[in-house]
Nanobody
Framework: QVQLVESGGGLVQAGGSLRLSCAASGSIFSINDMGWYRQAPGKQREMVATITRDGSTNYADSVKGRFTISRDNGKNTVSLEMNSLKSEDTAVYYC???????????????WGQGAQVTVSS
């Protein structure tokens, strides 16, 4: 009923850049907070960046100054521009959206399918 579809993952050399995108579709009244999370092998999933509906952002210390999160409320999309990539950034990246939907306008949490980002040394 609500789907988050990610795109833009891939292989990049250290120091390079990638852009991830995530599009939400379905029966959505509104999208509140959105964010990007990542999970590296053997590690817990961690927050990378979040953005509120009005554009306020928050970043993990490890990516500050290198990553930029943005959203387009008209298209229900969120993007993550990743610059100066490091090998430590290698992980599966997941987008998340907090969605208000249904007749009661309740909030639901949805996740994308994950996009592999691999940074070579």
């Amino acid at each position: 009923q609500v789907q988050l579809v990610e795109s833009g993952g891939g292989l990049v050399q250290a120091g390079g850049s990638l852009r991830l995108s995530c599009a939400a579709s379905g029966s959505i009244f509104s999208i509140n907070d959105m964010g990007w999370y990542r999970q590296a092998p053997g590690k817990q999933r961690e927050m990378v960046a979040t953005i509120t509906r009005d554009g306020s952002t928050n970043y993990a210390d490890s990516v500050k100054g290198r990553f930029t999160i943005s959203r387009d409320n008209g298209k229900n999309t969120v993007s993550l521009e990743m610059n100066s990539l490091k090998s430590e950034d290698t992980a599966v990246y997941y987008c998340k959206a907090i969605v208000t939907r249904g007749s009661l306008k309740l909030e639901y949490q949805y996740w994308g399918q994950g996009a592999q980002v691999t940074v070579s040394s």
